[in-house]
């Protein structure tokens, strides 16, 4: 069987637009997907840049807040206070400065919702006060 002129062309032709389109195919695919891998990693260094801020900034605000409270007077009286006031072999601060110093502490967790339990503890590491006295 003879193929006409049109046959011939048509032929070649077709076979050469058909690979185009296919290489065209899989360069575009592999290129987007080069392109979605790297914005996706880049938004998620973003991401974590962003959280460790936010972790760093909010570690500071509470040690912010946790020197604030170590300085107040109420609490560097208990500590003081427990060794000449208190009973000797405790090293507790006597009931009036304990409760003093209780009170402070609940004021001061309800001041700081950060914290569920706010306590003192002298050197020897006994509880000199507490927000949550029992």
Known sequence: MKLKLRG???GP????VFLGLATVTVVSYITASRTLEQTHTEQMER???????????????RAANVNAIAAAPTIIDVLTNGAATGSAATGSAAPEVVDNANAYLQKMKESYPAFTTIGV?????????NSNPS
């Open 121 to 129: 503890l002298n050197r020897e590491g006994i509880a000199a006060a």
């Open 13 to 16: 032709v077709l076979v050469v």
């Open 47 to 61: 991401v974590v840049q962003i959280v460790a801020t936010q972790a760093n900034d909010w570690i500071g605000e």
């Open 8 to 10: 011939k062309i048509m």
